[in-house]
């Protein structure tokens, strides 16, 4: 998890930098930040799924194609009501409680 959250950091801040520079090329920059998703991960990953609410597929994807598509185009998305309130959370709470819940939620099942 600590490789995926700073792999995470630097992706945002990179598309950011990038979509700056690029601001007036004909060019859309976006990260997409996905929560919970009906995949394999959880069973490749041998992570647990209780509690935590599922996205398809078709429903990021549609995020990312009306960003996208707006007018005022976001640099960074978080896809999902849930992920975006847990996100502005995290922004509120401090470092410590975030990494806290982080590694009660990546634990392996059993």
């Known amino acids: 998890m600590a490789v995926h959250a700073a792999t995470k950091a630097f992706v945002l801040s990179f598309t950011e930098a990038l979509a700056h520079e690029l601001r007036d090329a004909p060019v859309r920059v976006l990260a997409l930040s996905l929560g919970a998703t009906r995949s394999e991960f959880f069973a ?49 709470l401090p470092r410590r409680v975030v990494l806290e819940a982080m590694a009660r939620g990546a634990r392996p099942a059993h």
């Open 44 to 92: 490749t990953s041998r992570t647990s799924e209780a509690g935590l609410r599922f996205q398809t597929p078709e429903q990021v994807v549609a995020t990312a194609l009306r960003a996208l598509d707006a007018r005022r185009r976001p640099t960074t998305v978080v896809s999902g009501r849930v992920n975006r309130l847990a996100t502005g959370a995290s922004c509120l």
